[in-house]
């Protein structure tokens, strides 16, 4: 199993301009996080799907964010438009959820996208 | 709602020695309980969990760590610290019970950097 992929690794832009962070699951996981790591904050929940649905935007810090999943292989996290305090670590995570105890067992982790945005 | 405090953002063992590193959590309703490991550079990768039944749960490379609903802590240890534990350590909580209808979103400790001395 190529476990959960993220593109790119590295991204560097500008102030003002538009990201998107890409993450492929595991197959056959049906739930999906995105997660931000920074010094100050540490490690935050964004959103999560289930199912290809969001079910928990809350953690989003504003608009300029936006999340989507299209179909069980693909999710972007999109900022628009970006500014310096954005700089920080992205990850994506998948699980498996069993729709009988609606647990979660343990998520797998990508290796992150490192945002720097100047 | 669910927290976790991690006691000591550094911990310095020598090789060989006793790792233990702290956690307390808070939660409204029985956690699902987590230790990860962060490698540089890399995603996070999970060590160990506790879900029910025994509370003392082992992991890999030699970790294991303790339920106590008393003292609400589950704390990490490993009887002999070698050089390639040198990482960063997340305890995380996800809520279990009532709050079911799908996958629920980790809530991380700010992390232990483990220092192996030699």
């Known amino acids: 199993d190529a476990g959960v992929i993220q593109s790119p690794r590295h991204e560097v832009t500008e102030m003002g301009q538009e990201v998107t962070l890409r993450c492929k699951p595991i197959s056959g996981h049906n739930s999906l996080f995105w997660y931000r790591q920074t010094m100050m904050r540490g490690l935050e929940l964004l959103i999560y799907f289930n199912n290809n649905v969001p079910i928990d935007d809350s953690g989003m810090p504003e608009d300029r964010f936006s999340a989507k999943m299209p179909n069980a292989s693909f999710s972007t996290l999109k900022i628009q438009p970006s500014e310096p305090r954005d700089s920080a670590v992205y990850f994506c995570a998948s699980s498996f959820v069993l729709e009988a105890t609606s647990r979660v067992y343990e998520q797998y982790f990508g290796p992150g996208t490192r945002l720097t945005v100047t | 709602a669910q927290s976790v405090t991690q006691l000591g953002s550094h911990v310095s063992v020598s090789e060989g020695a006793l790792v233990l590193l702290r956690c307390n959590y808070s939660s409204s309703v029985p956690p699902y309980l987590f230790w990860y490991v962060q490698y540089p550079n890399q995603g996070l990768q999970l060590l160990l969990k506790y879900t029910t039944g025994a509370t003392l749960v082992k992991g890999i490379n030699g970790f294991e760590a303790e339920f106590k609903k008393s003292e609400t802590s589950f704390h990490l240890t490993k009887p002999s610290a070698h050089m390639s534990d040198a990482a960063e350590y997340f305890c995380?909580?996800?809520?279990?019970?009532?709050?079911?209808?799908?996958?629920?979103?980790?809530?991380f400790g700010k992390g232990t950097h483990l220092i192996i001395q030699p």
């Open positions: 995380a909580v996800t809520p279990f019970g009532e709050s079911g209808g799908g996958a629920d979103g980790l809530t």
